[in-house]
C-alpha cells in the first residue's frame, strides 16, 4: 500500500502561484511513476503532470499547462512537487496526487481556485 498526502492547494488571483506537495509513505519502493491529475466540476479528471521515479525523471505535461506548472521529486524525501506559475481561472479544480506500482494509488485531492 502507498499513502498520498495532497498540500498546497488555496485560493490565488489570475497570474499568481502555487506549489503542490505530494508526500508518500507505505510500499514506496513499489512506485515506477507519479502524475498529478484535476478534476474540475462537471468535468473528467485529466493528467496535468507527470514524472518516472526511475529512467531518469522524465516528465511529460499537458498542453494547456506546458511552459507554466513544472513537476518535480525529492526521492530523499518521497515528495513530489507541482509548481504552478502565470494561474488561469480555467486551472481551477481539484488536484490530485496518484502513485503508480503494480496498482494505482490516489491522494485525497486539493483544491485550486484561482479567481479574482
Known amino acids: 500500500q502507498v499513502r498520498l498526502v495532497e498540500s498546497g492547494g488555496g485560493l490565488v488571483q489570475p497570474g499568481g502561484s502555487l506549489r503542490l506537495s505530494c508526500a508518500a509513505s507505505?510500499?514506496?519502493?513499489?512506485?515506477?511513476?507519479m502524475g498529478w491529475y484535476r478534476q474540475a466540476p462537471g468535468k473528467e479528471r485529466e493528467l496535468v503532470a507527470a514524472?518516472?521515479?526511475?529512467?531518469?525523471?522524465?516528465?511529460n505535461y499537458a498542453d494547456s499547462v506546458k511552459g507554466r506548472f513544472t513537476i518535480s521529486r525529492d526521492n530523499a524525501k518521497n515528495t513530489m512537487y507541482l509548481q504552478m506559475n502565470s494561474l488561469k481561472p480555467e486551472d481551477t479544480a481539484v488536484y490530485y496526487c496518484?502513485?503508480?506500482?503494480?496498482?494505482?494509488?490516489w491522494g485525497q485531492g486539493t483544491q485550486v481556485t484561482v479567481s479574482s
Open positions: 514524472i518516472t521515479i526511475t529512467s531518469g525523471g522524465s516528465t
Open positions: 496518484n502513485a503508480r506500482a503494480l496498482v494505482g494509488f
Open positions: 507505505g510500499s514506496i519502493f513499489s512506485i515506477t511513476a
